[in-house]
């Protein structure tokens, strides 16, 4: 069996799809990810931005760039993220998760911007293999802390796992004409998930309980892909 560098586990906020395009602190964040660590056989993302009733995976040998958002400037949608794709990978993340069943999708999603507006820094030539998940809108919290365990075992075959989301995310509570400042809801809820992830991640799911959460996750999907990282972590 071939074998490879054990490969990380992290969790990206992606924020706006603009800093796709910005030198900024997130992208110079980004970059230094992709200095910082031993080059992975493929990625395997989970992005808020495939929020589904079903547990998939992508399997085509090249997935689309897809530009799903509105409202921005042109150069955005012409971005293209051409990494390939790993369809061989789809077996070993069944196998990994098993009992639970992972479907395989050949042509219908592909790489959405939660996961190219962060690969296109943290890899620019987009040469390494990535591969999508799906998250489950059907499943709880432990359901998803659960599997970001049993596919940390991935990580010891070349794998990296990404998850790329917003601890805090609620559009419609956003300043935007205070970029750099935070609601106290905001700054409690991110201090809190940040004492978890670094000192007891197997509790995660509890975060949902916090006082703050329904404010700083009024939808869940851009909170989940922290609890795979959190599973992973845990394992």
């Not at 110079?28 to 995976?57: C, D, E, F, K």
């Not at 990535?130 to 659960?146: G, T």
Request: a negative charge.
């Amino acid at each position: 069996m071939d074998t490879f560098p054990a490969a990380p586990a992290a969790f990206l906020g992606h924020g706006s799809p603009m800093n796709a395009l910005e030198t900024n602190r997130y992208s110079a964040t980004w970059q230094a990810l992709g200095r910082s660590v031993p080059r992975p056989r493929a990625i395997l993302m989970i992005s808020a931005h495939w929020y589904v009733n079903a547990t998939a995976v992508t399997a085509m040998e090249r997935p689309r760039t897809i530009h799903d958002f509105y409202g921005f400037p042109q150069a955005l949608f012409d971005v293209r993220y051409p990494a390939p794709g790993l369809p061989q990978l789809v077996e070993e993340i069944a196998e990994a998760v098993k009992p639970e069943a992972v479907g395989a999708d050949h042509d219908s999603w592909g790489l959405d911007h939660g996961a190219w507006s962060v690969l296109r820094h943290v890899y620019p030539a987009a040469d390494v293999p990535v591969v999508q998940l799906s998250i489950n809108a059907l499943r709880s919290p432990d359901y998803h802390v659960v599997m970001g365990a049993r596919l940390a075992a991935l990580r010891e075959r070349g794998v990296m796992l990404m998850g790329s989301g917003n601890v805090v995310h609620n559009l419609r509570a956003m300043a935007r004409d205070h970029p750099d400042a935070a609601f106290d809801w905001a700054q409690r809820f991110d201090e809190a998930a940040r004492d978890v992830m670094l000192t007891r991640p197997a509790e995660v799911a509890r975060l949902i309980d916090h006082p703050d959460y329904a404010m700083a996750a009024p939808t869940p999907e851009h909170f989940l892909p922290l609890l795979y990282v959190a599973g992973a972590a845990m394992a």
